[in-house]
């Protein structure tokens, strides 16, 4: 989360891209409530089957619920919604809605909707989320027909849908874009064209989108008043623009053009104390993917032994990282999943505190050199060379990839590092493709669930470019899926434990948990920040 993740320095998967919200309250359009929102990259689909994240684009399409102030669950296009005792069918009822074209919502748009997502064909990075779902996991392998999936139209107005196995979140899931309605009369009109400009799309959101070409660094989000609670939407529109520089972001808004700019490290080092400085944390983790098919037989070997990869992660002071080199409010991990997303159903403990192993995250030079030299000894190497791959659209990028670099060099004997910094759809593209040996890369929690971070790294994914392969690992996780669904306590222990192997095994090395800074005018309001899923809500959005 992406994920969607967003927020982050490699890719931009948790939540779409890092938004900023503006506005200008003495425009030309009088008193025409209008924002204008900065983006730190270009919109990269309004396809909500081929997306990676939904951070920009839950505001124009909505599933059965949205989420709320807090991560709640709110009404969304379900008037309601109920499941069985056992767990295993949902029932929802929706609304009399409309698309952005006036057609009616219904049933058969959801099922549609699913069917084209785990449909194999579609190739939709998150079909992996369908799993759970009747028949969901034998579509997606390609080995049924994506009709058997188990969803159906009772009618018009009822979607039913049948569970395998109980699902503890599946409510929060509900409110994620991907589980939403899509229209299988336009799909079918634009064909090819589906998605890949802003009119061969309908929407069912609080907006619609407008002069959006798929590759420009402008559009516009206009309010849809076909949408079922039109009255509560108070922009009249929300014009973006593809700011790349935090210096230029901040001229705009001493100018008042902009009312929210995030801002780099030595920005917030001196604005820190400002009346209008404000910060949002999120449960993204940035961290370092390691290629395990690396196409360099060394480095393939070396990234394969856990002496190696510990020493990397050793080697790192996350303090100095987050509080002088960013000292953007950003804070240390304590391993591969996000502090704040969830905590223990019986003792209220944080899972983030739950899942710690010594010695992991911790700085420790001399611990570092140690394991180092035992890595080379085991793979009989003496020197290596990694290249560290990043994308270039994050403020703290440079930052960070210098800071490693720089590290590693002075921590570990025989190794040289080398940055290849790329536009975050290239970082993406070379990391599917495995050309990589280091990717920093990151996770935003889709819901308020560890599971949103464990699946991840649980065998095939499209989100796995580093093909991490545990057996430990992929049956805990497993385990937690299945058998222990419906039992809320083993199933938490299931995914600690989980946890604790892949930071003990340092299957991805944690760097930290982000927070990002902005400056943000008072007469913005009504804006909703979660820290997981949707991150930016601006329904309710409004300038006073």
């Given amino acids: 989360m992406k994920k969607g993740k967003l927020l982050s320095i490699a890719t931009v998967m ?101 069917q084209r997502s785990v449909n194999p064909k579609t190739k939709s990075p998150y079909s992996y989320l369908f799993s759970g779902v009747k028949n969901a996991d034998a579509i997606t392998e390609g080995k049924m027909n994506p009709k058997e999936l188990g969803i159906k139209a009772l009618d018009k107005h009822t979607v039913q849908i049948t569970l395998v196995k109980p699902i503890a979140y599946f409510k929060n899931l509900m409110a994620y874009p991907l ?24 929407y069912s959101g609080p907006f619609k989108i407008k002069k959006w070409n798929g590759t420009g660094d402008t559009w516009s989000f206009v309010k849809n008043n076909n949408y079922w609670d039109k009255k509560a939407v108070k922009l009249s529109k929300i014009d973006y623009n593809v700011v790349k520089n935090t210096n230029t ?44 098919k690396d196409k360099n037989t060394d480095n393939q070997k070396a990234l394969n032994n856990v002496n190696i990869r510990k020493a990397l992660s050793l080697a790192l002071d996350r303090k100095v990282l987050t509080k002088n080199v960013f000292g953007d409010g950003s804070s240390v991990p304590t391993g591969f999943v996000a502090t704040g997303l969830a905590n223990n159903p019986t003792t209220g403990e944080d899972f983030a505190k739950e899942q710690k192993v010594k010695n992991t995250v911790d700085y420790n030079p001399t611990l570092a050199k ?55 759809k290239s970082a993406q593209s ?71 192997v892949i930071n003990e095994e340092q299957g991805v090395t944690p760097l930290y948990q982000q927070t990002t800074a902005y400056m943000q005018n008072k007469n913005v309001k009504g804006i909703i ?9 601006y329904k309710y959005a409004y300038i006073k």
């Fill in 179 to 202: 589980f939403g309605p899509q229209n299988q009369k336009v799909v079918e009109k634009y064909g090819d064209k589906y998605a890949t400009k802003s009119q061969y799309m309908v």
């Fill in 529 to 537: 920040h979660n820290t997981a899923g949707t991150q930016w809500n």
């Fill in 14 to 114: 948790l939540a779409g891209v890092t938004l900023a919200a503006c506005g200008n309250t003495n425009n030309a359009q009088g008193n025409k409530q209008v924002l204008k929102l900065s983006a730190s990259a270009p919109l990269d689909t309004i396809d909500i089957s081929q997306a990676t994240g939904y951070g920009q684009t839950g505001n124009v399409f909505e599933s059965f619920y949205r989420l709320g102030e807090n991560g709640k669950v709110t009404a969304g296009l379900a008037k309601s919604g109920k499941v069985s005792k056992d767990g295993l069918t949902w029932t929802f009822k929706l609304r009399d809605a409309k698309w952005s074209n006036g057609d009616p919502i219904t049933a058969q748009d959801f099922v549609y909707s699913w």
């Fill in 249 to 292: 972001g901040y001229q705009l808004f001493q100018q008042k053009k902009l009312d929210l700019t995030p801002l780099s490290s030595q920005q917030v080092k001196n604005l820190k104390n400002s009346k209008e400085f404000k910060q949002y944390p999120y449960s993204y983790v940035a961290f370092l993917k390691y290629n395990f």
């Fill in 370 to 424: 140690k394991y180092w030299q035992k890595g080379l000894e085991e793979t009989g190497l003496k020197n290596l060379t990694f290249d560290i791959l990043a994308s270039n659209e994050d403020q703290n990028s440079t930052a960070l990839t210098q800071y490693l670099q720089s590290q590693y060099t002075k921590v570990l004997p025989g190794l040289t590092v080398k940055v290849t910094d790329v536009p975050s």
């Fill in 430 to 500: 070379r990391a599917k493709e495995g050309n990589f040996d280091l990717y920093v890369s990151g996770w935003g929690g889709d819901f308020n669930d560890p599971i949103t971070f464990m699946e991840i790294m649980n065998g095939d994914t499209s989100f796995n470019s580093g093909k991490y392969d545990s057996k430990k690992y992929q049956e805990l996780v497993n385990k937690a899926l299945n058998e222990d669904a419906n039992d809320k306590q083993a199933r938490w222990q299931d995914l600690v434990e989980a946890a604790k």
